[in-house]
């Protein structure tokens, strides 16, 4: 069996498929690891109730104070994971990353082939006037952000419970995923639709699962790497 090394020398099509578990090494919690943010109440209530489409509408305030405690690192740098599929991309080896993460850790190590389709805490739209603000509008306002120019709530682009993915970034991801020869999956536990269904566009060569527990996918996989993701991305050498 080929190693990680020997598939991705051998391989021109890469996606990579990338959840909470590669942004850890940054110091943002997953979400259902041992300490990931799921794994404790918010003031008396879960975390899931409070990240639905229903109690943003119902609860602004508190949605947006437990938003900006727990959702929220923009201090956060990219860690060995995102700078390697950084330079899979230089190297022309990559055709996107395909990430449920809302920290815009790929973007910000300089990938420019990346569907976030759970949206990113990066870009923050009124409700009214769908004007456009950066995230320091949601860091600098207190309570529920307005809209400079017409008083709307300023929401996150961020897919909450109850809400759709967008579909422009679901149709690339899955068009990328259809069309590759290496499908590495990393650092996600494949609890959430549609994102987890994803995998079944994969038809390529090699499936690759870098994960540090167990995942719905693994019986597939040619190869499972049990580990840190950004240990073992670290250790890849990437031509560019
Ligand atoms: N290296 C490898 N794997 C790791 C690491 C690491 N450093 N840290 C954590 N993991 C693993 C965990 O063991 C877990 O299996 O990453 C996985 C993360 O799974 P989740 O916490 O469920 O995160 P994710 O799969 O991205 O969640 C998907 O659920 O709530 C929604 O919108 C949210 O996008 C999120 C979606
Ligand atoms: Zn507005």
């Known amino acids: 069996m080929p190693d990680l090394q020997q598939i991705i020398d051998r391989s021109r099509r890469i ?3 990338t959840g909470a578990g590669v942004s850890t090494a940054s110091g943002i919690p997953d979400f259902r690891g041992a300490d990931g943010l799921y794994a404790g109440k918010w003031k008396g209530l879960t975390p899931e109730m409070i990240l639905s489409q229903s109690f943003f509408f119902l609860h602004p305030e508190a ?6 405690e727990k959702l929220l690192f923009p201090k956060a740098k990219p860690n060995a994971a995102h700078l390697a599929m950084e330079r899979l991309e230089r190297a022309g080896k990559l055709r996107g ?5 809302v920290d815009g850790l790929h973007k910000r190590a300089g990938n420019k082939l990346v ?3 759970h949206g990113s805490v990066w870009e923050n739209y009124c409700m009214d006037c769908n004007a456009f603000y950066g995230l320091e509008k949601i860091l600098n306002s207190p309570g529920i952000p ?3 120019r017409c008083g709307g709530v300023v929401k996150p682009w961020v897919v909450l419970y109850g809400e759709a993915p967008d579909k422009y970034s679901c149709m690339g991801a899955c068009r990328e995923i259809s069309n ?6 990393a650092g996600t536990s494949l609890s959430v639709e549609p994102a987890a269904s994803f995998l079944d566009y994969f038809h390529g060569k090699h499936l690759v699962v870098v994960n540090a527990e167990p995942t719905p996918a693994d019986d597939k996989a ?3 790497l049990r580990g840190n993701a950004a240990e073992v991305f670290e250790s890849l050498e990437i031509r560019v």
Do not use: G, H, K
């Open 97 to 101: 990353v395909v990430t449920q993460n």
């Open 222 to 224: 040619e190869l499972v």
């Open 180 to 185: 590759c020869d290496t499908l590495i999956v």
């Open 15 to 17: 996606v990579c498929f």
């Open 115 to 117: 569907y976030e389709i």
């Open 146 to 148: 307005r809209c400079d």
């Open 63 to 68: 949605f947006f104070e437990f938003y900006r």
